[in-house]
């Protein structure tokens, strides 16, 4: 049975830092592209970064770039996502999504506020 199941959210000032981490489990976790995407209140669902399961690239959409960071852990089917300078737009629930199984985790929710 496959499972991602996230961890790490909570309130933080702006400017502080957050680290998020999405556990998998049901399926090989190396072979399988991974994904952070975030869903803010009333919003839809948006991609944030991307790290491949081939080759080991990494992609941020443009309103992360620079500030957040995503990094894997395949000896412990672990997917992290580093963020750092948090801003109020950053608020949002957080899921981690695998690309080869369609699967997503249930979420963390993250609240940038002073």
């Known amino acids: 049975q496959v499972q991602l199941v996230e961890s790490g959210g909570g309130l933080v000032q702006p400017g502080g830092s957050l680290r998020l981490s999405c556990v998998a489990s049901?399926?090989?976790?190396?072979?399988?592209?991974m994904s952070w995407y975030r869903q803010a209140p009333g919003k839809e669902r948006d991609w944030v970064a991307r790290?491949?399961?081939?080759?080991?690239?990494?992609n941020y959409a443009d309103s992360v770039k620079g500030r957040f960071t995503i990094s894997r852990d395949n000896a412990k089917n672990t997917l992290y996502l580093q963020m750092s300078s948090l801003k109020a737009e950053d608020t949002a629930v957080y899921y981690c999504?695998?690309?080869?199984?369609?699967?997503w985790g249930q979420g963390t929710q993250v609240t940038v506020s002073s």
């Open positions: 999504y695998s690309l080869w199984k369609g699967a």
């Open positions: 049901g399926f090989t976790f190396s072979s399988s592209t």
């Open positions: 790290f491949t399961s081939s080759g080991g690239s990494t």
